[in-house]
């Protein structure tokens, strides 16, 4: 989710608690970090569950690179049994995404195409096909707005609305909760194309790794449906080697 955690790119003046040359980029991005992260590594145990009680619990491998015009992320399924092998690539180059995924079960690629298809669950998760690409969206595809200033968890927090410029996009807009003092965001709220509030993620126990403040808690909900996708990071690594043919189609296909 690095992208949404630098979003904004829209100026505004004479807010309270702003100086006068402040932006709203300067307000949602992270503190300057003496890393330059281009890849990450991670293990997470990815908690489902419907009016609080648990459903379902995956183990998830995730890789990514993150360079300019380049956004490269697959992820693999380690248990439970049942989908274990279940890998999912998503490549981002000059404008243009494909999202494939291969499911052991029918022992083939899909690919995933299309708004329609994008709406469908990660694997029974809250997050859907199209929202894997759009925490990963460039801050230029939206337009941003400061709202307000309020308290999120007993913390004073920007709140910052985005609106995407395509018109297309699943959700309208959102609007993102920022730490005033850490620069930590610390909630998103999705609204579908009705303007209705229909998703929020959460994220929580920020911790600094490598020299990097990561939450290593992000929470999904689904409002509707009551039900919500818990992440907890196992381990974390930036700047990881990662060998380019993991994100190649064969590798996807056969895992290896």
Not at 92 to 108: E, F, H, M, W
Request: with cysteine; net charge positive; charged share 25%.
């Amino acid at each position: 989710m690095k992208k949404l955690l630098i979003l904004c790119t829209a100026v505004l003046f004479g807010i309270s608690g702003l100086r006068a040359d402040e932006t709203a980029e300067d307000i949602v991005k992270r503190k300057p970090s003496a890393v330059k992260i281009e890849t990450i590594g991670t293990r997470a145990r990815m908690e489902i569950q419907r009016n609080g009680s648990p459903l379902a619990e995956l183990l998830v491998d995730q890789y990514s690179v993150q360079k300019p015009n380049d956004q490269r992320t697959f992820i693999e399924i380690k248990a439970p049994a049942n989908v274990k092998g279940t890998r999912f690539l998503m490549i981002a180059k000059n404008g243009v995404t494909d999202q494939r995924i291969y499911l052991p079960s029918l022992g083939k690629v899909r690919r995933i195409t299309g708004q329609s298809e994008g709406t469908e669950n990660f694997l029974g998760t809250d997050f859907s096909y199209n929202d894997m690409e759009y925490l990963q969206r460039d801050t230029s595809l939206d337009t941003h707005t400061l709202l307000r200033e309020e308290e999120y968890g007993g913390v004073p927090c920007y709140v910052v609305e985005a609106v995407p410029k395509n018109t297309k996009s699943e959700y309208a807009k959102t609007a993102m909760w920022v730490e005033k003092d850490s620069r930590h965001l610390v909630k998103v709220a999705f609204y579908d194309r009705k303007n209705t509030l229909v998703k929020i993620l959460e994220m929580s126990n920020y911790e600094v790794t490598q020299g990097v403040d990561t939450p290593r808690t992000t929470k999904m909900t689904t409002l509707a449906l009551n039900t919500s996708t818990i992440i907890h990071i196992v381990k974390m690594q930036y700047n990881m080697n990662i060998p380019d043919k993991i994100f190649s189609p064969q590798y996807l296909e056969q895992g290896r």
